[in-house]
């Protein structure tokens, strides 16, 4: 109980650095090309999902562990969209051979432990150990897009509104002509 009490204070002590988009190689691991290349499609996944990808690379964690750093700065930053919890922090400390990958709660359902635990041991582990940062992220993150669903996530996606446009009258006259059906039915037999 105490731990839990002290953990936000304790979290919140950090001082993160301010975020500079969604690719944040603060370890310099990337080129600008690569960091170009991976906010591209991080801004693609963004548009398609409402879902937030944003990538950290730091050279210290202050003395924290990497988990409650990574809690930390999720936080902190506000990764994912307010009130929908739907964020991934990929958090690489290059100096630690360490890496986190936090999801969102609103994302748990689509990228659960056992599929992130997957793509950091298909994606991030053989990468990472040969220095190939980007080709890591790149892989990490194509492998988490095909996790989440552009339907499903996206409120502005229009294929669900068209079909209701599209339903409601039909509905409606199908009630009216039952009705009218029905009524003619009656008199007929009255």
């Known amino acids: 109980m105490l731990l839990v009490l002290c953990t936000p204070t304790f979290v919140y002590a950090l ?5 500079i988009g969604l690719v944040n190689d603060y370890a310099n691991v990337l080129t600008d090309g690569e960091e170009k290349t991976l906010n591209g499609i991080l801004l693609g ?19 924290e562990s990497i988990e409650m750093y990574a809690v930390g700065i999720f936080k902190e930053w506000g990764i994912g969209k ?22 969102g709660y609103g994302l748990e359902g689509d990228l659960n432990d056992a599929k992130v635990g997957d793509i950091a041991r298909e994606c991030i582990e053989p990468n990472f150990s040969k220095q190939k940062y980007f080709d890591g992220y790149e892989c990490t993150i194509n492998r988490i897009k095909e996790n989440l669903t552009p ?10 509104k068209t079909f209701s446009i599209m339903v409601f009258p039909i ?16 008199a007929w037999k009255g």
């Open 15 to 19: 001082t993160f650095p301010k975020p």
């Open 82 to 103: 307010n009130g929908r919890d739907n964020g991934v922090l990929i958090l690489q400390i290059p100096s630690e051979y360490r890496y986190r990958i936090e999801v």
């Open 151 to 160: 339907m499903k996530n996206n409120p502005d996606n229009d294929s669900d």
């Open 45 to 63: 996944i963004e548009k398609n999902t409402t879902d937030e990808i944003t990538i950290v690379t730091e050279n210290d964690l202050q003395g």
């Open 171 to 186: 509905v409606m006259i199908v009630i009216i002509l039952a009705g009218a059906i029905g009524l003619s039915w009656i």
